[in-house]
């Protein structure tokens, strides 16, 4: 490809599974990016060495360090900004961020979150969806707001919920489909089909009034 590779930060606060699927994507050419830095809020996070296995720049900062909110998100934007990213990648970054780094990042920070939104927002969906016995599960691809895993959803995997499933094999069904969506999700970037404005999103430059769906390995648009 001649245009320049889409520079990303991610930032983490665990395993860094979803990270690892946007290096293999990378690696395998399907994903037209760079990751120029991760970021986690736990020195003990994983995904740490995943990104340093890669050759990928890591930063630790320890939120316990700081006396609010406000003053961590001030440094970690200075941190972020270092590496000038077209798009921030949040995979697992387990903060609530204040309304002045959201505004900073608007329509362009990413979020993926293991509910269909807006329902199950929030943690242990995969509990909550049996608990409510709902037949449909599936994880969400989302532009970042101020709201709480809210703002424009660009993709939603759907996964059917079986009567032997447990919490942990929902896990794992939502992991398989994270690892499919978001480098996907991410390559769109890439290739500015789809672009966010103001928290409008277009794809292939139609607005998109609904979520793309991907269902039985099908990318599914619902505006045609």
Known sequence: MSNPALPIVVLIS??????QAIIDAIAAKRLHAEVRAVISNRAD????????????TTHVLNHKDY??????DQALIQIIDNYHPALVVLAGFM????????????????????SLLPDF??????????EAGQDK?????????SELDSGPL????????????TAESLANKIHQQEHIIYPMTIQWLAEQRLQCK???????????????????NTLLNQNT
């Open 14 to 19: 665990g395993s860094g599974s979803n990270l």
């Open 45 to 56: 996070a994983p995904g740490l060495q995943r990104a340093q296995k890669a050759g990928i």
């Open 67 to 72: 006396p609010d909110r406000e003053s961590f």
């Open 95 to 114: 903060r609530i961020l204040t309304d002045n780094f959201v505004a900073h990042y608007q329509d362009r920070m990413l979020n993926i979150h293991p």
């Open 121 to 130: 927002r929030g943690l242990n969906t995969h509990q909550r969806v049996l």
């Open 137 to 145: 599960h599936g994880v969400s691809v989302h532009f970042v707001t």
């Open 154 to 165: 660009v993709i939603q995997a759907i996964i059917n919920v079986d009567s032997t499933d």
């Open 198 to 216: 103001n928290n409008q999103l277009f794809f292939d430059d139609q607005a998109l009034a609904s979520p793309l769906i991907w269902e039985n």
